[in-house]
């Protein structure tokens, strides 16, 4: 059995593993009890702050609120307790020590999961010991935004830091072993180090050995990897991870490896060459009585689209109160402006790709559709003086509230294009239809970033795609509220708006 490294280190000894980054080389102990007391501090610094925050919050609200300053002892054994509840989820649900495999938002939710988590507890306690007397709800909601505010922060800073100090090689990464073809494991040993993850060494896939003399069906797992001397050179390593990266002539035998290499005090995970993309979007679920892996989902569950339908309506009728006085006026300058109607329907695609009727006021001496539509460009002749106005501040998309209040677009999502549009970029970008897995928007993320107006080139549309795709994907009620303060505030929003 042949063993290669890219990495130029003995697989002999411990001190040969070396952690090397931006030209300095940590030994992998000294690296570890770096991390280790980084995280330390981190806990501290949350339990120190958190204190602080929920004593701060009691106190401020007793000394504005109330006018009546409570007394300097009071609450200090409160906020003691939230502290050390925070701290004991937080470790019970190894929030710190999985720092180094989350992403800063999954790290951040995690935190905040935690809190409304350690006060469900502490009313709790407080009612079951009947000491809730004198506490009052204001001054638990006071504790709780206090301290939610403050743990956001505090992990914001410390993955931040984190970050900062693998990538200067000051702490140790993650530091795995790959398993497999030397050129597999050298591009997934690059593309791991871009999220901060360290190879300290690689192995070819141990030979197979068969049991010739108890033959089996044909469906049974026969091949047996020969893993003895491979566990042996693993365990003076001291990894963190084990990557088996098995070809498709390997896949077979990847179970039994990676049951051997068990024996290790390592997590073990399989990969096949070729998947990192389809895994990248994958999700092991269960399906009845079996495990698949989900690849994509429906992008907004029953509950979640009961809740967007409920707050479009809501918003789109109070949008048309509001707005009545300026629909009756822009009405009355169109056909003081130019000759035609008031309204342009146009025919576009909507959810799950069905064609929809979107209503706008008219802003142009036309009313192309079709195959005969020709997107605006900059100084378009046939957009109107008044129309030119309206587009620029998007007065013309106002109408749309009532195609939000009839069930087929919403007032967040992606932007309707065309069905000439449509039928040109779908065939040149792959994901293009994902964007109708959801009702389309009078405002959406991609607007909100730039990302509006002419696509005469298919970078444009792309870029407008893929904030499309990340809207769908990341879809929350605060994104919705977020997407339309920007509507409102941010500038983008006005970018190519013509």
């Known amino acids: 059995m042949s063993y290669a490294?890219?990495?130029?280190?003995?697989?002999?000894?411990?001190?040969s593993a070396r952690s090397v980054d931006a030209g300095r080389a940590v030994p992998a102990r000294v690296g570890r009890n770096r991390l280790a007391v980084l995280l330390v501090l981190a806990a501290a610094t949350e339990f120190l702050l958190v204190t602080v925050a929920a004593y701060s919050a009691a106190v401020l609200y007793h000394r504005v609120v109330l006018l009546s300053p409570p007394d300097a002892a009071k609450y200090i054994q409160e906020s003691l307790l939230i502290s050390a509840l925070q701290l004991l989820v937080s470790m019970g649900l190894r929030q710190y020590s999985r720092i180094q495999t989350q992403t800063r938002h999954v790290f951040l939710w995690s935190g905040a999961s935690a809190v409304f988590f350690v006060f469900a507890i502490f009313i709790s306690t407080l009612f079951l010991l009947k000491v809730s007397e004198g506490y009052s709800r204001a001054t638990i909601i006071a504790q709780a935004v206090s301290v939610l505010l403050t743990v956001l922060g505090t992990r914001a800073v410390w993955f931040s830091l984190l970050r900062s100090a693998i990538a200067t090689g000051l702490i140790d990464a993650r530091r795995i072993i790959l398993i497999g073809d030397q050129g597999h494991c050298l591009k997934f040993s690059v593309r791991a180090m871009e999220t901060g993850i360290r190879t300290i060494h690689s192995f070819d896939f141990p030979p197979v050995r068969t049991n010739a003399s108890k033959p089996a069906p044909p469906s049974a797992v026969q091949a047996r990897p020969d893993a003895r001397q491979l566990v042996a050179n693993c365990r003076p390593l001291?990894?963190?991870?084990?990557?088996?990266?098995?070809?498709?002539?390997?896949?077979?035998?990847?179970l039994a490896l990676a049951s051997a290499l068990s024996d290790l005090p390592v997590d073990v995970h399989v990969l096949p060459v070729g998947s990192i993309d389809l895994m990248a979007v994958s999700r092991i679920t269960p399906f009845g009585d079996m495990v698949t892996m989900r690849i994509f989902q429906c992008p907004l569950t029953p509950f979640n689209r009961a809740i967007k339908r409920a707050f479009d309506v809501a918003a789109a009728i109070a949008g048309l109160i509001m707005l009545s006085p300026l629909f009756v006026i822009v009405a009355v300058a169109i056909k003081l402006d130019s000759r035609g109607p008031v309204f342009f329907r146009q025919t576009r695609h909507g959810y799950n790709n069905e064609p929809i009727r979107?209503?706008?006021?008219?802003?142009?001496?036309?009313?192309?559709?079709g195959d005969n539509f020709k997107p605006v460009t900059r100084h378009d002749p046939r957009v109107t003086r008044l129309g030119r106005l309206m587009r620029h501040t998007n007065v013309d998309e106002l109408p749309q509230l009532f195609n939000v209040l009839i069930g087929n677009m919403s007032l967040v999502g992606p932007r309707p294009h065309a069905t000439a549009q449509n039928e040109v970029f779908a065939e040149l970008i792959s994901s293009f239809s994902r964007r109708h897995n959801v009702k389309p928007g009078i405002t959406g993320w991609a607007q909100v970033n730039g990302y509006r107006g002419e696509t005469d080139t298919l970078e444009k549309m792309q870029r407008r795609v893929e904030h499309d795709l990340y809207y769908i994907d990341n879809w929350s009620p605060l994104l919705d509220l977020k997407i339309l303060v920007m509507t409102f505030f941010s500038r983008k929003v006005y970018w190519n708006a013509f």
């Open 5 to 15: 490294s890219f990495t130029n280190l003995p697989a002999s000894t411990e001190s």
């Open 358 to 369: 979107v209503l706008k006021f008219r802003s142009m001496t036309v009313m192309e559709e």
């Open 238 to 254: 001291r990894a963190d991870d084990i990557v088996i990266l098995p070809s498709e002539a390997d896949v077979p035998s990847a």
